[in-house]
């Protein structure tokens, strides 16, 4: 039970990088004054809360229906995370999550930031939606582990709450060459996650195969 909270917390925290959002959420709500800004905090980590939990509870549902296997799943949402790891690595996926949200809120003339862009998909995107049917696949119909999920995801929110937060502090304490050597770490973290999914799918088809 430890071992699997453990593990749904790293591979959550880092696909949805609350440090790597930090940036993207002071600016699009640059215009705003801290009680704006604390709104916009607790309603994009609430979306973004509901969100996974729907996809802990209903991913694997929708899979079956699909006639999709975990073990498929496990292969091929690992190599997305690993994909994802690889522009956290090289300093491509702050630039892409810049560059998203800045066409976002021109098309959204920034109505409802909370929801779009910062829950979905900056928070509740294809990595941390993918990680959380991953996890939830592997927890099956144990309601303790599954409720260990659910119970990271909402640690894993508060935390983000606080960052947004203090997110004009943070910056300026680390600096742009902290921000930048944190991605990479989290990314070299998020890249071993991914190869580790995609070696327990190998091996659940090859028990699976064996007569």
């Known amino acids: 039970m430890l071992e699997t909270v453990k593990t749904a917390f790293a591979t959550l925290f880092v696909t949805i990088d609350p ?9 699009l709500t640059s215009g705003l004054g801290p009680r704006g800004r604390r709104e916009v ?21 929708v899979l079956g229906l699909l006639g999709i296997s975990i073990a498929a799943f496990q292969i091929a949402g690992g190599l997305l995370l690993f994909y994802i790891a690889v522009e956290m690595i090289f300093g491509q996926g702050g630039q892409s ?24 998909p900056l928070l509740a995107g294809p990595g941390s ?5 991953l996890l939830a696949g592997q927890a099956g119909n144990d309601w303790s582990r599954l409720m260990g999920l659910i119970g990271v995801i ?3 929110m508060a935390i983000t709450f606080v960052v947004f937060l203090l997110a004009g502090r943070l910056a300026q304490l680390i600096g742009i060459t ?26 659940t088809v090859i028990a699976q195969a064996r007569p």
């Open 19 to 27: 440090p790597g959002v930090a940036p993207v959420f002071l600016a």
């Open 41 to 61: 905090a607790i309603r994009a980590t609430g979306v973004t809360f509901v969100v996974l939990v729907l996809f802990a509870f209903g991913g694997h549902a």
């Open 97 to 120: 999550k810049s560059k998203f949200a800045n066409e976002a809120v021109e098309r959204d003339h920034k109505s409802n930031i909370a929801a779009f862009p910062l829950a979905v």
């Open 129 to 133: 939606i993918t990680a959380t049917i």
């Open 154 to 156: 909402a640690s894993i």
């Open 178 to 203: 902290g921000q930048v050597v944190l991605s990479r770490l989290l990314g070299v973290v998020l890249a071993a996650l991914a190869a580790q999914f995609v070696i327990d799918g190998v091996l």
